[in-house]
């Protein structure tokens, strides 16, 4: 799975007012979903997302920790469900392990 800067990733959220953390959750299960088969595209992701007023991006938070172990990390699902009611914090703690794959 590709690296991204997490440096960059504070700049686009900050320039984009928290819109590039949309594309980033899209993107990267995107990415997940091409590796492991689990979950839905992207746009189905996004959408899913609309649709039940926040509550699946609950249930992918706490999926998003088995999808990482299937692709070789560790699954930190806990972390990442504790974090997950800080949205701007989130998308780091997950997107760091990402870069730690190898």
């Known amino acids: 799975m590709g690296k991204r800067s997490l440096v960059l990733m504070v700049v686009f959220t900050w320039l984009t007012a928290g819109l590039y953390l949309i594309y980033w959750t899209c993107s990267t299960q995107n990415r997940l979903k091409a590796k492991t088969g689990m ?3 992207g746009l189905g992701h996004f959408f899913a997302i609309i649709f039940t007023f926040g509550l699946y991006y609950i249930a992918w938070v706490m999926a998003i920790g088995e999808r990482i172990e299937k692709v070789g990390g560790k ?14 914090i989130f998308p780091w703690v997950v997107q760091g392990q990402i870069n730690d794959l190898k």
């Open 39 to 41: 979950g839905y595209g």
């Open 75 to 88: 699954d930190r699902g806990w972390l990442y469900y504790l974090v997950c009611s800080m949205y701007v």
